[in-house]
């Protein structure tokens, strides 16, 4: 892990030293204004940028080993602390997003499988390319527009202005970071419904897309499955087409699809940004948009890093929990 | 599993029901403003950009501020009176201000506000000085003239007392310890420069200037940011500079991380800084103790939302009282029941066509051949006033007006925006398209070889801002137009890709704005035609050369004297020379709006305040 990481940050790295110290200054230097005679040197000096590619990476790997992201530009604010308060907020949405992916794409590929070819298998065919095709960005307005704009049911953020006044005030416990989960341990029922309310929306965007790419994904595995020997097997031996789907052919389809579940659940991370910036959601899927849009480098690289931690533990997870599933791999 | 879903649908529209039901008004205590800026900081001496400032004027005050929409009458604020030479309170032909300061003012957190408070809060901006900030405002007026130009950095008093090249070359290096006592006291000079202007005679602060400065008090006045007065002694406690003469150099121009006042705050203002959460809103809450009465609103609210649509919705819903919207979405809020929308506002700032008169040709891809030979530019080429000219007449500025800005603009006739007191609608007459008069100067130029051999060159524009890249395409469309043998390029870059070209003097001709950092024509004037503008300075060797000559001189007369009709006598002076000259193209001055639900009540607009003044609001 540490190796994938080193090579991940190095690489983004890299890129920026492409840049010259003028190019690096910009994220410093945002108005002509600001560019009185010789004021940009002394940025360019003040802040290290003329400083050679492999001392300012060890400079930053230095800081990172002692926790210390870097400053970013866009917040004005440690990376970390922005890391810190963000974090929570996306793992938040995703976990919420991944719920229905997997139940939902689950089960309405198991549904597609059992009636193969007939009208309901047809049916989510076509939701499924609709998933493929509807971009998450036209997918979210469309969603913003009816049920908050037209419903005035689901607004954008992450609670209501009267929410935040309890979520921030000092007597409000903040336990986790995960909202709804402080707003039930500090009993505030209220407070938890409404931010469930604000995750309606941005959940349904993120989770839309991958219920059509699980749902196809555990179709197709169904379909393997119910072609096999073992299946003929048990509809030979009477058994019902419930208990021949469930117990026998939905489980060996199902370790494909858990596979792609967590890397899902990884890809879903990097969809927060789109979805995220849509619904005005604070968390660390807008922070990277922000900091990108404003060349905060330290910004970006944070949210690299975080990226990349989640990404081989979800990896570790899915192996893991693919040898759970399928016994052969625990005895292989 | 069903029930629980069944039972989470009921509650929620339940709840949103109840919302709904609790009055038509929501947040009638609240005030929300939903935008796209960042605030950057919340130290008034590191701001220099309007998200920072909207946020530091609800908390902060300062001695003097404007009188409601006016940008030229005062009234009092921290200070009890305006100083004004006939009551005696502006002396020595404009080099003397008194200010008594208003008695029983609390800070937020208890302090009582002492004059010491206000000589400390104008000193640190002095002190302070981050590179590319606003300090060169207060250093100007403050810090003595070095061979008769104004001072604009306290390094360069340092560095003229101490004998050495750079401020850096005072200290030990990678350190802000003084190489040896000579460096030392020179730095110590030269603060107690700064300082002996101040003088505190009871509640009065006397400020004797070194020098007349006719905009000092526009730059005392809300609106700018580094003028508003701290807590000396809260400031202290935080990290701030303790008010010393022996130790500013180590609290002057600190990295962003370093600054311990960014994001803490205690003003005397009529809100309390509730919470920031940095990149997303800022709650500001009200002070009950304000002196000049509570607001009538309990809380402030700025957030950051840069979706468009969500934002219009919010506004459409309630859930925002007053939103940014870009010119052109604004046919989308237009006859919306319960939205007013205030149009037409002058913006106190302009776009500018900027003429390179000595274009950097060292690998320089957007000058072509680097030669007259049909592809490419010399890189002189501005610097002939008939091609300067040409292009004044090849742009078409109503049409630029009209399309590109909804019609929210007006065309300057030269760097004084509408409104400044310098302003004459008539002096001198703005350029318009001409075709015929282009081609006549294009003629003209180079005795007729550049219309006989044409040109190639490249335009570029910082991405994402369509005004530019359209003024670009424009000039490219009609230079074509009027001589198929002109061959202009349009390109964009990436702002740190502009900024890289910009400073290295690449770029032939581009488009900048400028806004007012106080309602002078001094501070149009400056940036764009002294030999050491902003501007004025990157045009190269032969522009600096003559605005040397016919410009400085001009500049520095202006600020000699005090009477406000002599001074635009000399403003519309330069102005006509610079029209005559061609020196830049002069694209437009926009027209702001604003949009706020009807419910609101007491909003007003004045250019030096572009956001929003909370205190005047109710609901």
């Known amino acids: ?332 | 599993m069903r029930k629980l879903g069944v039972f989470f649908v009921a509650a929620i529209l339940m709840f949103n029901v109840t919302m709904i039901m609790a009055g038509n008004v929501p947040n009638p205590n609240m005030v929300i403003e939903e935008t796209i800026g960042l605030i950057p900081t919340l130290d008034p001496a590191w701001s220099y950009d309007t998200g920072s400032g909207e946020a530091i004027w609800q908390i902060y005050d300062n001695l003097i501020q404007y009188n409601g929409s006016s940008i030229s009458e005062f009234r009092p604020m921290l200070s009890t009176n305006v100083p004004n030479a006939e009551d005696g309170t502006i002396l020595d032909n404009g080099r003397t201000y008194i200010f008594h300061i208003r008695q029983n003012v609390k800070f937020h957190n208890g302090d009582i506000l002492t004059p010491k408070d206000v000589v400390y809060s104008i000193e640190r901006a002095v002190i302070f000085d981050r590179a590319g900030g606003p300090s060169w405002m207060l250093a100007e007026p403050l810090l003595p003239m070095i061979n008769g130009a104004y001072v604009d950095s306290i390094e360069q008093w340092a560095v003229k007392l101490a004998g050495v090249k750079s401020f850096d070359d005072l200290f030990v290096e990678g350190t802000r310890t003084p190489k040896n006592d000579k460096y030392k006291q020179a730095l110590v000079d030269t603060f107690n420069l700064l300082n002996k202007d101040f003088e505190i005679r009871g509640n009065n602060v006397i400020i004797h200037l070194p020098h007349s400065y006719p905009p000092f008090l526009y730059i005392l006045a809300h609106g700018v940011s580094e003028s508003s007065i701290l807590d000396e002694r809260w400031a202290v406690d935080n990290g701030a500079w303790p008010g010393t003469a022996d130790t500013w150099w180590k609290y002057h121009n600190p990295t962003r991380e370093k600054d311990p006042l960014y994001s803490i705050t205690n003003g005397t203002g009529p809100f309390t800084l509730d919470r920031w959460i940095k990149g997303r809103e800022i709650v500001f809450k009200r002070f009950d103790e304000y002196w000049a009465g509570p607001a009538k609103i309990k809380y402030g609210v700025i957030k950051k939302v840069p979706e468009f649509t969500t934002r219009k919705l919010d506004l459409i819903r309630g859930e925002a009282d007053i939103i940014y919207v870009p010119r052109q979405y604004m046919k989308q809020v237009e006859n919306v029941s319960g939205v007013k929308i205030s149009k037409g506002l002058p913006l106190l700032s302009i776009d500018v066509g900027v003429f390179n008169f000595n274009i950097n040709s060292r690998g320089n891809p957007y000058i072509g051949s680097g030669k007259l030979d049909g592809n490419g530019i010399p890189s002189d080429f501005f610097s002939n006033k008939d091609v300067r000219l040409a292009f004044e007449y090849l742009f078409p500025y109503n049409v630029f007006i009209k399309q590109v800005w909804m019609g929210q603009a007006i065309v300057p006739n030269s760097v004084v925006p509408k409104g400044l007191f310098a302003y004459d609608e008539n002096v001198p007459k703005a350029f318009g398209q001409n075709l015929s008069k282009a081609r006549e100067y294009f003629k003209k130029a180079y005795n007729g070889e550049l219309w006989n051999k044409g040109f190639t060159m490249t335009l570029v524009y910082n991405s994402g801002n369509i005004q530019r890249q359209t003024a670009c395409e424009m000039i490219k469309y009609y230079a074509r137009r009027i001589n198929p043998k002109f061959k202009v390029n349009v390109v964009s870059e990436l702002w740190a890709s502009f900024l890289d070209d910009y400073e290295s003097g690449k770029l032939p001709f581009f488009v900048v704005g400028w806004s007012a950092d106080y309602p002078d024509p001094y501070d149009f004037e400056q940036p764009f035609y002294a030999s050491k503008g902003v501007y004025g300075s990157t045009l190269g060797s032969n522009y600096i050369k003559w605005a040397k000559k016919n410009m400085n001189p001009l500049l520095m007369k202006s600020m000699q004297m005090v009477e406000q009709a002599k001074r635009a006598q000399v403003y519309q002076k330069m102005n006509i020379i610079a029209h005559d000259q061609a020196l830049y193209m002069f694209l437009d001055q926009p027209l702001s709006m604003n949009v706020r639900r009807s419910w609101i009540n007491g909003w007003y607009y004045n250019p030096m305040r572009p956001g929003i003044d909370f205190y005047s609001l109710s609901k």
């Open chain 1, 1 to 332: 892990m540490p190796v994938t990481l080193l090579g991940l940050t190095f690489l983004i790295f890299f890129f920026t030293s492409f840049l010259s110290p003028y190019q690096l200054v910009s994220a410093y230097v945002t108005s002509p204004r600001e560019l009185q005679a010789g004021n940009v040197d002394k940025i360019i000096e003040k802040y290290g940028l003329n400083q050679n590619f492999i001392f300012r990476y060890g400079r930053w790997i230095d800081g990172l080993v002692h926790g210390n992201f870097g400053w970013s530009l866009s917040l004005n604010e440690p990376v970390s602390k922005v890391l810190e308060q963000r974090f929570p907020a996306t793992i938040e949405l995703t976990i919420y997003a991944i719920i229905p992916v997997i139940f939902i794409g689950i089960w309405l590929g198991v549904v597609a499988a059992s009636h193969h070819n007939g009208v309901i298998d047809q049916v989510l065919r076509v939701v499924a390319l609709l998933g493929y095709s509807v971009p998450a960005f036209v997918l979210g307005l469309l969603l913003l527009f009816i049920l908050y704009g037209v419903l005035g049911w689901l607004p954008p953020g992450r609670m209501d202005q009267w929410a935040q006044m309890i979520y921030y005030a000092k007597s409000f416990h903040h336990y986790t970071g995960i909202a709804t989960l402080d707003a039930l341990l500090n009993g505030r029922i209220w407070v938890f419904l409404d931010i469930l309310k604000h995750l309606i929306d941005p959940v349904l965007t993120l989770s839309f897309l991958s219920i059509a790419g699980l749902l196809r994904i555990t179709r197709s595995s169904m379909l393997e499955s119910l072609g096999q020997d073992y299946i003929r097997t048990a509809r030979a031996k009477g058994l019902s087409e419930r208990v021949v789907v469930n117990k026998h052919a939905k489980r060996n389809a199902l370790i494909p699809a858990t596979t792609v579940a967590g890397l899902m659940f990884i890809g879903m991370l990097g969809g927060v940004i789109i979805t995220e910036t849509i619904f005005n959601y604070p968390g660390i899927g807008s922070f990277a948009a922000q900091a990108a849009e404003q060349f905060d480098y330290a910004g970006v690289l944070g949210v690299a890093v975080v990226f990349g931690i989640v990404t081989v533990i979800g990896n570790l997870i899915v192996d893991i929990s693919y040898a759970i599933i399928d016994p052969r791999v625990r005895v292989g």
